[in-house]
């Protein structure tokens, strides 16, 4: 068999930046946000913590990369980003119903999301402040087609949503968290995501036909 020949400086600095991305999630997942130190990562990724200021300057701007690169409002939102940007302020509920399915399913299975939320309620920080004000665009965009198709009706689906929203992210939170019930609803069982699955399209429907 062939020895494998060396590849160079620049493919052992790709990988180690990369096992330092990655341990930045390893460390939310186990640790969360209170455990993002240098020492920690570094660990995490078997390498010497050095090479964080090397490779990244700070251990901020590696969270700050690793967040960023995880995309994680685009991939909550499913196809939605896209048929947003293609809407002519038409059927909007269809769009905003599946992206709300969307970040449920994807929340609720995504553990490093999980911990980015807690984080972002937790603690004010420059990083999550940015990554809100990310998602902030996307609802601009879908908000700006949903007037189009509102308009003249006295609805606040601004306000809607945002309950939705929130009401997401404490479900998920409260049954990875506690493992107890809410309302008498296991989010953890088949039954109970379609129960709020359901929930959610009938206070959409209520609002739209308003």
């Known amino acids: 068999m062939a020895r494998k020949t060396y590849q160079g400086a620049s493919n ?11 341990a930045v999630g390893t460390i ?7 455990g993002l130190t240098a020492t920690n990562i570094a660990s995490a990724a078997g390498l010497n913590r050095k090479l964080i200021t090397l490779y990244f300057g ?21 196809a939605a980003a896209g048929l947003i940007k293609d809407n002519k302020g038409e059927n909007t509920k269809e769009i905003l119903e599946d992206l709300l399915h969307n970040q449920l399913e994807h929340l609720f299975s995504d553990q490093e999301m999980q911990k980015i939320i807690l984080w ?15 998602r ?8 700006a087609r949903s007037d189009q198709e509102l308009k003249g009706k006295d609805i606040d689906l601004r306000a809607v949503s ?39 399209s009938l206070i959409l429907n209520n609002t739209y036909n308003n």
């Not at 939310?28 to 209170?34: E, V």
């Not at 972002?120 to 990310?134: A, F, H």
């Open 162 to 200: 945002a309950l939705l929203v929130a009401g997401i992210y404490y479900l998920v939170l409260h049954a990875k968290s506690t493992d107890t019930l809410f309302c008498e609803i296991d989010l953890k069982t088949t039954g109970g995501m379609v129960r709020i699955k359901k929930a959610i």
């Open 136 to 143: 902030e665009v996307l609802s601009q965009h879908f908000f």
């Open 58 to 78: 700070t251990v901020e701007h590696l969270i700050e990369t690793y967040v960023r690169g995880k995309d994680y409002w685009l991939a909550a939102s499913g």
């Open 120 to 134: 972002q309620i937790s603690e004010s920080t420059r990083i999550m402040k940015e990554v809100s004000e990310e």
């Open 28 to 34: 939310i997942k186990s640790k969360g946000y209170t």
């Open 12 to 22: 052992d600095k790709g990988r180690s930046i990369q096992k330092l991305i990655d």
